[in-house]
């Protein structure tokens, strides 16, 4: 899921104005900025060349977080949590990155995001309150308390779950390897999950155009 969840505002809950698209390419546009970056400066068998491309890329992705911050200020009038947890964190170990001349600190970022919004969503739905459903406002139009709650639930497992697989794959895989899989396959996954959310969100009355929701009245 900005990762990253990150980036995951978009993930989780497409906006329904005609100008989504600016806010999925304020999320990923940095992320896919990093990647392009590092893949062009890199010069195969050059002596460090990962690493100096993992710099470089890593230069331009905190040029790209701000500059997404900024214009999501100018644009749309406000900066999601996601994109301030994400802009705060890249700069921070960008900066890590950059001066200890490893790149293993802007792969632990993702660890750290998927983590604190594991243990927000979880901790919510155990004090029985559906903090997803705060964050994301009014994104699932008719969704009542027991749909948000279990939505919370399963992206609470979900970003833990990511966590896990994040430290996995920074342990068996070399960072080009581990950045492919983080800008592909990981935003693939996230998608698919949110999608797999979308027969249970329809039960506990998700609004879909065209689509008559099935209301469970049933308790949790």
Same mark, same amino acid.
């Given at each position: 899921m900005s990762e990253e969840l990150p980036n995951a505002t978009e993930v989780i809950a497409p906006k329904k104005s005609e100008g989504s $698209?600016?806010? $999925?390419?304020?999320? !990923?546009?940095?992320?896919?900025?990093? !990647?392009? &970056? !590092?893949?062009?400066?890199?010069?195969?068998g050059a002596a460090l060349a990962s690493t100096r491309a993992a710099i470089n890329g890593t230069l331009a992705f905190m040029a790209a977080i701000? &500059? @997404?911050? @900024? &214009? *999501?200020?100018?644009?749309?009038?406000r900066v999601s949590p996601m994109l301030?947890? *994400?802009?705060?964190?890249? &700069?921070g170990f960008g900066a890590l990155t950059v001066y200890f001349n490893d790149e293993s600190f802007i792969q632990i970022k993702p660890t750290i995001i998927y983590t604190a919004f594991a243990v927000l969503l979880l901790g919510g739905w155990m004090t029985g309150r559906p903090l997803l459903r705060y964050l994301l406002q009014a994104a699932y139009d008719g969704l009542n308390e027991t749909g948000w709650m279990k939505l919370s639930r399963n992206w609470g497992l979900f970003f833990a779950g990511m966590a896990l697989i994040n430290e996995a794959l920074r342990y068996s895989l070399d960072f080009e390897t581990w950045l492919t899989v983080?800008?592909?396959?990981?935003? @693939?996954? *996230? !998608?698919l999950f949110a999608m797999s959310q979308i027969p249970m969100l329809m039960k506990h009355g998700l609004a879909i155009e065209g689509v008559e929701p099935k209301t469970e009245d049933q308790p949790r």
């Amino acid at each position: 899921m900005s990762e990253e969840l990150p980036n995951a505002t978009e993930v989780i809950a497409p906006k329904k104005s005609e100008g989504s $698209l600016l806010p $999925l390419l304020l999320d !990923f546009g940095p992320l896919l900025i990093f !990647f392009a &970056v !590092f893949k062009l400066t890199q010069s195969d068998g050059a002596a460090l060349a990962s690493t100096r491309a993992a710099i470089n890329g890593t230069l331009a992705f905190m040029a790209a977080i701000l &500059v @997404a911050v @900024a &214009v *999501s200020k100018w644009k749309l009038g406000r900066v999601s949590p996601m994109l301030w947890l *994400s802009a705060v964190l890249v &700069v921070g170990f960008g900066a890590l990155t950059v001066y200890f001349n490893d790149e293993s600190f802007i792969q632990i970022k993702p660890t750290i995001i998927y983590t604190a919004f594991a243990v927000l969503l979880l901790g919510g739905w155990m004090t029985g309150r559906p903090l997803l459903r705060y964050l994301l406002q009014a994104a699932y139009d008719g969704l009542n308390e027991t749909g948000w709650m279990k939505l919370s639930r399963n992206w609470g497992l979900f970003f833990a779950g990511m966590a896990l697989i994040n430290e996995a794959l920074r342990y068996s895989l070399d960072f080009e390897t581990w950045l492919t899989v983080k800008v592909w396959g990981v935003t @693939a996954l *996230s !998608f698919l999950f949110a999608m797999s959310q979308i027969p249970m969100l329809m039960k506990h009355g998700l609004a879909i155009e065209g689509v008559e929701p099935k209301t469970e009245d049933q308790p949790r």
